[in-house]
């Protein structure tokens, strides 16, 4: 998550984290009025790179892609 927050941040993102543990999210970003929650499940990188997918239903299928 840690990753996920740090890109974010450096990428002119304003990051929110919650309070507690109870939210079905991990934090919020927000950019040029647009707020949207972020879940990590897993943050990793062999090349130095940052991918983040989103992910999901039966076969596993990636929605979209930021890099």
Known sequence: MALGIAYFG?????????????????????????FQTVQCKAT?????????????GTSGGVYDVLT
């Open 10 to 34: 450096a990428n002119g993102y304003t990051v929110n984290i919650p309070l507690n543990d109870t939210q079905w999210y991990d934090f919020i970003v927000e950019k040029d009025g647009i």
């Open 44 to 56: 990793g990188s062999k090349d130095g790179r940052v991918d983040f997918r989103s992910t999901g």
